[in-house]
């Protein structure tokens, strides 16, 4: 009987360990020889002060340098409503207000995994260097629950910057 029981300990120990490396291991892209690859989910901070995590079949981290700098993100962050009661016409006071925040953006396929970090400044403007790609832009402060940001897809193309806008809930009512 205590054979057994120890057995069975022994599996859901090892199935538990399994489970965590999983969860915590992001998973990147198929390797060229059709591999799944896992990299850790540490960051670096490039020279342009913007942080990147690793990517890619090697898990390598890539800065955007002076080649690849043509293209990325840029946006402002506004957050609403800014009076408690809307009004009919609108009160040109209550709009939408632009807000300093962290910016995080994630790779579409694993938006769990941050590939670049920003803050947007006074006036809720952001820029940030990327590749082509899809991503996903993520806003806020942590550990404040308002203003709660929308998460935010951008296509980013060969040259120029995509421009978005990320909207955050004050949570006035």
């Known amino acids: ?30 390797s060229p020889g059709g591999n799944w690859v896992a990299c850790t989910a540490d960051a670096m901070q490039c020279p342009d002060g913007s942080y990147v995590g690793r990517t890619g079949p090697d898990c390598e981290f890539v800065c955007p340098t002076a080649s690849s700098t043509s293209s990325g993100i840029k946006g402002t962050v506004m957050a609403g409503p800014t009076c408690p009661v809307e009004r009919d016409p609108p009160d040109p006071q209550c709009a939408d207000k632009p807000i300093q925040t962290n910016i995080w953006i994630s790779s579409k396929i694993n938006p769990q995994q941050v590939i670049a970090t920003a803050s947007s400044d006074t006036e809720g403007a952001f820029q940030v260097s990327l590749p082509p790609g899809e991503y996903v832009i993520q806003a806020g402060s942590s550990g404040v629950p308002y203003p709660r940001c929308n998460d935010t897809s951008a296509t980013v193309g060969p040259a120029g910057y995509t421009a978005v806008t990320v909207s955050c809930d004050t949570g006035i009512r």
């Open 1 to 30: 009987m205590k054979t057994s029981a120890l057995i069975g300990v022994l599996v859901v120990g090892l199935a538990g360990i399994g489970v965590f490396y999983l969860s915590t291991t992001p998973l990147q892209a198929p």
